[in-house]
C-alpha cells in the first residue's frame, strides 16, 4: 500500500471534511485579523478534529518573538473570540506545538529564505508533503511587496501545492485591481490565488444557493417576468468606530458596494450551474458581474447616492472637511434575458438603526385583483415579498396575503417565516470554511479577478463623478436609514425601501 | 380509563400554539421530523426533557414521549406542552410541541394508532428507544430507529439483534466512537502511517468496566471492515473510566497508538505525537448525530456486522 493509497478509516458520511497535511504561512501574525479571526478560526479547526496531523503554521512580523512567547501571545489573544468554545489545555498545547514565529521585515530578501529553510523543516518533520498556503493579513499596499518577495525566493511554486490568499480590498480602483493582479501573477497563476470575501463565507449567503437551486419551485419565478425590483441592505448600527483614519480613504461604496454587495447581488441574479464545482460557480457569478450595465457619467446622479452621518467628521483620524461616503445607495441594472429592466437597488451604511444585511426580492402583484384592496389600503403593500436574512436572524420569510379572519373578503398581509437559527443552524463560522476551503483547495466561496475586474467596472463611473463632487455632508443623523436623495432615487421609479 | 383520541390531543395543540402566540413576543414553530420517544416510565423525565431540549435546537420535531408503566392495570394517559427557547439574536422564542403519554405495557397497543396519526405529515419520523429496549414502533412507519447497546446487560445479544434488522437501524454506541473513528482516520491521513495498514498485525482495544462495551466492539469491528480482513483482537481491561481508553494498531516494531486522556486523545507513532480533543457528548449530541445521518450508511453495517461477530466470540 503506497503512499497513493486512499484512507480506508475516512467516512464521508459521517466525518466532517477535513484540512491535508500542509503549511500556513501567516504574514501579518501580530495583526488584528490574526488574533480575532484567523487564529480562533485555526484552533476551532483543531477542536473539531478537522486539522491534519501534519499540520505548521509560520507568523510572520516585523516584532520579534519566539516561538513560545508567539504561541502564548496567541493564546492570550484569541481567548475574547472563541465564542463560548473551550480553550483546552491538552488541544491548545498540541495545536500550539503547530505555531512556528520568524521576525522579519516583508522587504528583507533573507526574511524569505528563512521562511523557506523552515518550510523544508517541516516538511520532512510534519509530513506536510511541501503543501504551503500563504494566507496575507497584512495592510493590502504589502501585498505585491510579499508576492514578489515569496516569488523571489522561489517558494511559490514546488512539488506540492502553494497557494496564496488575500483579504479585500483588491485595490482601490479598477486600474489598481488590475495592477495589483499584475504583480500578483508575475509569481502566483490564478488557479494558485484566492481571493477572500468573507460574506462569500456566511453560512447562509451558502444558503441562497440550496434556496434557489436546491429546490424546483422558486427558480421558475426568479426573473423579470415575476419580480418586480430587489433590495439589498447592509446596516450597520456602528460607526467607525476608531477606525476613522482608514475608513476615510475607503468609504461605503468601496467598502462594501465594491465587494459584499455586489457578490451577494451576484449569488442572487446568477444563472443555476450544472454541478456545484468552483469554476462552474464563479463563471456564473463573473457572468453576472459583467452583465451590470455601466453607468454614463450623466446617469450616475440618477442612480447612486452618497451619505455622510452627522458627526463622523468628528470622529478620531477622520478629515474635519471629510467628502467620504458613509452611506452609499446604488440602483444596478442587469442587461440580460432573466433581468432586463429589473432595478437592484444596494445600500450600505453606518449608523443606520440596526445592524441588519438582507435580500428582499419584491414580486410584482397579482395582474387583476378580484378581492378589495387589503385592509392597510397600501397598494404597495399588497405585493409578494421574499427576504432572505443574511445577519443578524437569519433566515427566510415570504410575505402573501390571506383572509382577513371575519364576513366579507377583505385581505390582509401574512408572512411565512424560516428561521435558520431554529432548524439548528449553528453552523461553521466563515473564516473556518474559508480557511478549510483554500488548504483543501475549493475556490467556490473565493472570488476570481474577472469578478473582482467586472465588480470594479460596475462601480467605477460613480466613483469618477463623486470624486469630482463637493457634497453638502452630512446628510443624514445617526440613527436614521441615510439620506432622503435615497429615498428619492427609488421613489421615482415607484418604489420605497423596506425597514427592515 | 378514559377514551384517548389523535383528534382530541390536536385540538389541545392547537390551543397550546394559539395562547402562546398571545403572547407578548411572537413565536415561531418549528418542525423539521418527529421524533417518537420510548422510555420507562420510570426513566429519569428531567433528564429526558433535557435531551429533548437541546436536541429540538439542533432537528426541532415535534417529541412524542412515550412512557411505558410496567405491570399493573392498563393505563393511558397525556400531556400537551411546548418546548421553546429564544435562538442566539433573535426576536421570537422557537417552540416546539411535545405530547407525553403514559401507558401500560398491557395496553400500548391502543397507541398505536395515535401515534400513527399525530406523526407531523411528510416529515421523517425517528424513533429512539431509550434503555435496554427492543425497536419496535408499534406499527408506526419510521425512517429511522435508534437504540444504545450499550444499555443492553449483554452486548452480544444487542449486537446481534441489531445486525439482523433489515430496517434502518442506528445505535448511540456507534455515534460515541466517531470522535475515536476520526482521530485514527485523521493520524492515516499521514503517509507514513498509511505505509503501516498492510503490515498491521495485532489490533488491541483499551476499555474500562466488568465487560467489554459495544463501544470496543464497534471500534474493533470498523477497524476489521476498514481494512477488508480478518484479524485476531485484543480487548484489554483499563481502570480509567472512560469507555474505550486506547487503541493500538502495531506491525513488526513499530505501533499506532491512541490513549484517552481526560477529554481528549493523546496519537503516538515513533516521532509523531499529537492531540485531539475528544470530548464526552450528551446524549442529545449522540441522538442528532444519527439523526443528521439518515442516508444508508455502508461503514456503520459494515462495522456492525464484525462488531456483532467480535462480540459472539467471547473476545
Sequence with gaps: MGQGTANPFQDALRFERRAPACALVLFGANGDLTRRKLIPAL?????????????????????????????????????????????????????????????????????????????????????????????????????????????????????????????????????????????????????????????????????????????????????????????????????????????????????????????????????????????????????????????????????????????????????????????????????????????????????????????????????????????????????????????????????????????????????????????????????????????????????????????????????????????????????????????????????????? | MSELSAEAIRKELSSLWASLEQADEGVVRACSMTLVVFADERDDPAAIGRTLADLMRAHPHRAMLVRVRQGGEPVLEHTVSAQCWMPPGGREQVCCEVVEFTVGESNLGELSPILVALAAPDLPVVSWHRGARAPDTLGLRVDKRIVDSSAFPDAAAALGMLAGEAAAVADLAWARITCWREIVAQAFESAVCRELLPRIETVSVRYSGARVPPEAFYLAGWILHALGREQPVRFEAAANGGRIEGLTLGAAGVSVSFTRHDSSVLIESGSLRNCAACPDRTEAGLLSEEIGAMAREPVFLGALRAAAKLARGGR
Excluded: C
Aim: aromatic share 12%; charged share 25%.
Design chain 1, 43 to 500: 484552533y476551532r479547526l483543531a477542536y473539531g478534529r478537522r486539522l491534519p496531523a501534519g499540520f505548521a503554521v509560520i507568523g510572520n512580523s516585523r516584532t520579534p518573538f519566539s516561538d513560545d512567547s508567539f504561541r502564548d501571545r496567541m493564546r492570550e489573544g484569541i481567548r475574547p473570540f472563541l465564542e463560548g468554545m473551550p480553550l483546552e489545555e491538552e488541544v491548545w498545547q498540541a495545536f500550539a506545538r503547530t505555531l512556528h514565529y520568524i521576525a522579519g521585515d516583508i522587504r528583507d530578501p533573507g526574511l524569505y529564505q528563512a521562511i523557506g529553510r523552515k518550510l523544508d523543516e517541516i516538511s520532512r518533520e510534519a509530513a506536510t508533503g511541501g503543501n504551503v498556503l500563504f494566507y496575507l493579513a497584512t495592510q493590502p499596499s504589502q501585498y505585491a511587496t510579499i508576492a514578489a518577495g515569496i516569488g523571489r525566493a522561489g517558494l511559490n511554486q514546488h512539488s506540492g501545492w502553494r497557494r496564496l490568499v488575500i483579504e479585500k480590498p483588491f485595490g482601490h480602483d479598477l486600474e489598481s485591481a488590475r495592477e495589483l493582479d499584475r504583480e500578483l501573477h508575475n509569481v502566483f497563476d490564478e488557479s494558485q490565488i484566492y481571493r477572500i470575501d468573507h460574506y462569500l463565507g456566511k453560512e447562509t449567503v451558502q444558503n441562497i444557493l440550496a434556496f434557489r437551486f436546491g429546490n424546483g419551485i422558486f427558480e421558475p419565478l426568479w426573473n423579470r417576468r415575476y419580480i418586480d425590483h430587489i433590495q439589498i441592505t447592509a446596516a450597520e448600527s456602528i460607526g467607525v468606530e476608531g477606525r476613522g483614519a482608514y475608513y476615510q480613504e475607503a468609504g461605503a461604496l468601496r467598502d462594501m458596494v465594491q465587494n459584499h454587495l455586489l457578490q451577494l447581488m451576484a449569488t442572487i441574479g446568477m444563472e443555476p450551474v450544472a454541478a456545484y464545482e468552483a469554476d462552474a460557480v464563479r463563471d456564473e457569478r463573473a457572468k453576472l458581474l459583467r452583465s451590470i450595465r455601466q453607468m454614463r457619467p450623466e446617469d450616475v446622479d440618477q442612480n447612486a447616492v452618497a451619505g455622510q452621518y452627522d458627526g463622523f467628521r468628528q470622529e478620531p483620524g477622520v478629515d474635519p472637511d471629510s467628502q467620504t461616503d458613509t452611506y452609499a445607495a446604488v440602483t444596478f441594472f442587469v442587461d440580460n434575458w432573466r433581468w432586463a429592466g429589473v432595478p437592484f437597488y444596494l445600500r450600505t451604511g453606518k449608523r443606520l438603526p440596526r445592524r441588519v444585511t438582507d435580500i428582499a426580492i419584491q414580486y410584482q402583484a397579482a395582474p387583476h385583483a378580484p378581492f378589495m384592496e387589503p385592509a392597510s389600503g397600501a397598494a404597495g403593500f399588497a405585493a409578494n415579498l421574499l427576504v432572505l436574512r443574511i445577519q443578524p436572524e437569519e433566515g427566510i420569510s415570504l410575505r402573501f396575503l390571506s383572509k382577513q379572519p371575519g364576513t366579507g373578503m377583505r385581505l390582509r398581509p401574512v408572512t411565512m417565516d424560516f428561521n435558520y437559527g431554529a432548524a439548528g443552524g449553528a453552523g461553521a463560522w466563515d473564516y473556518e470554511t474559508l480557511l478549510l476551503d483554500a488548504m483543501a483547495g475549493d475556490s467556490t466561496l473565493y472570488i476570481r479577478q474577472d469578478a473582482v475586474e467586472a465588480s470594479w467596472m460596475a462601480v467605477q463611473p460613480i466613483l469618477d463623478v463623486w470624486s469630482r463632487k463637493r457634497f453638502d455632508f452630512p446628510n443624514y443623523a445617526a440613527g436614521t436609514w441615510g439620506p432622503a436623495a435615497a429615498d428619492e432615487m427609488l421613489a421615482r421609479r415607484g418604489h420605497q425601501w423596506r425597514n427592515p
